[in-house]
């Protein structure tokens, strides 16, 4: 096993999904011990924490610290609910996760579930992963099998139940309490906050909801130790992160590096940028987080401090490559439509703030953009900023605010001459 | 076309296996709270009936998961795998999103119209293709990409997407 493969650590063996392999690599291992030795789930919370392993989906929240809030002696069930509804633009890390390594997020859930004292779990699923899904559904049919879920697991007294729950196409139950609703059968419109879903969360009981490759880290640094995990990345920023490297790359892909890797090595990685272009810009964690100048993007590290110093986030890893070719106005007028398309409609400035955001860039974008329009769409940004119950409204902000403020000049070059600049668009 | 029961009784709702195929998935769910249910058993429900859903469909599915119809239409309408209106025979899901765009997703969508002849929303004449425009699907990396049915399709060119339609279309 290479040092920094984590999540990916069965990628070079032969049918890595499945139970064989996944034993080559220690699966199932530290479950084996932990049940035998009847480890105390203080001591697991004590190496997560150590281990400074940060939520994988997005917001980067530290996992230990969101365990600890569960309150694990409280009779009655508790769940632990994974958020594979990968759906951030630039984002397509949990599903390779799903497809080549499931035993790990199922081995990574039941040792969560022991932790918070959760006896069932769900791993929500979009439902447009077909082939994930398939594979998920066969390895859970394996480790039922082999007596590693259900009823007295392995001998020892703890039970724990794991299933599979689709979605159907919303982006919006990525939010974890969306998610929640959408697994009760309803739209999947954000809750209030608080409660917290460590207080009432899936039909009203506590529950713990972490990303796929969030869970996906667990038994490996239950295997080596939370400081060995931690010491892989930087100061707080624990262990490796899979980066999707996609758009102006010449070698798309997923790629799991130590946080803290410095973006150009990264870059360096994914065979650079395409046609030996230049680099204009990068959005690193997925739309949802602020656009970074190539310039100073390539003075930054890949943690979620390094990002952060940037002025950005590191996201889910996402890493969107955009080269001198391209249109900044045209680029953000995507994105700026997914929001608007994405919306649950729930809060008023999210439902009406991301279509004013929309069709302001999409008239600016066809040559019909007014001198007033720049300041218009920054105020617009920034009264949804804040204003929702769920990040949706932010993130729909954030690219808007930063794409303007870094690219100013061809949003105006735009507003001027009614076409894109030279040599983009 | 599976032939449903959508009145009477909720044990003879629809066919028996398709309450079987609905059971498994309420079984995952605590007791009381089969409403959980109610994506996977659309999902199933409208691939068995040529891909979209009717009203009947709905109505039937409130009853025999014990919730309210309008619970039932909320979801439908709510996530965009479901469809209220008839459909082509294979269902191709562009994605145009940011990554893919990047990578020339235009050119993938251009072309599959110029090949159909139709535009997205719209189905091919002979009831054969249906053209959707969707949000990132999740395989950036392998952008330009689209779904089709149930199959992902990545690194999309020309050449690629004649071999996928032309094989679907024989």
């Known amino acids: 096993m290479k040092l920094d493969q984590i999540c990916f650590r069965t990628s070079h063996l032969e049918q890595s999904w499945t139970l064989d392999a996944y034993r080559q690599v220690g699966g199932y291992q530290v479950l084996e011990n932990l049940l ?3 480890m105390r789930p203080e001591e697991i919370l004590e190496q997560v924490k150590n281990s400074a392993l940060r939520g994988r989906g997005g917001a980067g929240f530290p996992t230990g610290l969101k365990w600890s809030f569960m309150p694990r002696r409280m009779p009655g069930e508790k769940y632990i609910v994974c958020n594979s509804d990968e759906g951030e633009p630039g984002t397509c890390k949990d599903r390779d996760i799903l497809r080549y390594n499931p035993h790990q997020l199922i081995e990574g859930m039941i040792i969560a579930g022991y932790t918070i004292g959760a006896g069932t779990g769900y791993n929500y699923i979009r439902g447009e992963f077909y082939e994930p899904i398939e594979r998920f559904e066969a390895a859970l049919k394996e480790a039922r099998e082999a007596g590693l879920l259900g009823k007295n697991i392995l001998g020892s007294d703890f039970h724990f139940e794991l299933h599979t729950h689709i979605g159907a196409g919303a982006y919006i139950c990525g939010e974890e309490t969306a998610l929640l609703e959408s697994l009760e059968g309803k739209k999947g419109q954000p809750r209030y906050k608080p409660p917290f879903p460590a207080g009432y969360g899936l039909y009203g009981r506590p529950t713990t909801i972490n990303n ?15 400081d060995w995990f931690h010491e892989i990345g930087t100061q707080n920023n624990g262990g490796s992160k899979i980066f999707c490297m996609t758009g102006h790359v010449n070698k798309p892909g997923n790629y799991e590096v130590p ?20 680099l204009k810009a990068v959005i690193p964690g997925g739309t949802s987080t602020p656009v970074v100048p190539g310039d100073k993007m390539l003075q930054l ?51 009406e703030g991301t279509g004013w955001l929309y069709r302001v860039i999409k008239r600016i974008e066809e040559g019909q953009g007014k001198q007033e329009d720049l300041d218009r ?18 993130a729909a902000a954030a690219p808007v605010m930063s794409f303007i403020k870094h690219f100013r000049d061809e949003f105006q070059y735009h507003i001027d001459h009614g076409h894109c600049m030279e040599h983009t668009g | 076309m599976t032939e449903m029961l959508l ?31 109610v994506i996977p058993c659309l999902h199933i429900l409208q691939a068995a009936n040529e891909g979209w859903l009717t009203t009947a469909i709905m109505d039937a599915l409130a009853s025999y998961l014990s919730i309210p119809a309008i619970s039932v239409y909320e979801v439908a309408t709510f996530y965009t795998m479901f469809e209220l209106s008839p459909v082509g025979k294979h269902k191709i899901s562009v994605c145009t999103n940011i990554s893919c765009m990047l990578c020339g997703s235009e050119k993938v969508m251009q072309h599959i119209e110029q090949k159909l ?48 339609l032309d094989r679907l279309n024989s």
Request: hydrophobic share 35%; with cysteine.
């Open chain 1, 212 to 226: 796929t490759e969030t869970l996906a880290s667990i038994p490996v640094i239950l295997q080596y130790g939370g």
């Open chain 1, 377 to 394: 769409l920054v105020n617009v940004a920034e009264n949804i900023n804040g204003n929702t119950i769920c990040a949706l409204g932010d």
């Open chain 2, 117 to 164: 002849n139709i535009k997205p929303g719209q189905t091919t004449e002979d009831g054969l293709f249906t053209l959707k425009e969707v949000e990132c699907l999740g395989a950036c990396v392998g952008a330009p990409m689209m779904l089709v049915d149930k199959q992902y399709h990545e690194f999309l060119t020309e050449d690629k997407i004649d071999d996928i």
């Open chain 1, 259 to 278: 946080l803290g890797t410095p973006f150009s090595e990264l870059l360096e990685l994914a065979g650079g940028v395409r046609d030996g272009n230049s």
């Open chain 1, 301 to 351: 590290d890949m943690s979620y401090d390094g990002i952060g110093k940037g002025g950005s986030m590191l996201g889910a890893g996402s890493v969107i490559i955009m080269d001198e070719k391209t249109c900044m106005v045209k680029a953000l007028k995507r994105i700026a439509y997914f929001y608007y398309e994405e919306s649950c409609g729930q809060c008023t400035p999210c439902r």
């Open chain 1, 36 to 38: 035998k030795n009847k």
């Open chain 2, 7 to 37: 009145t009477g009784p909720k044990e003879g709702l629809f066919t028996e296996t398709l309450r079987e195929q609905m059971d498994t998935w309420i079984a995952k769910y605590p007791a009381g709270q089969a409403q959980s249910a």
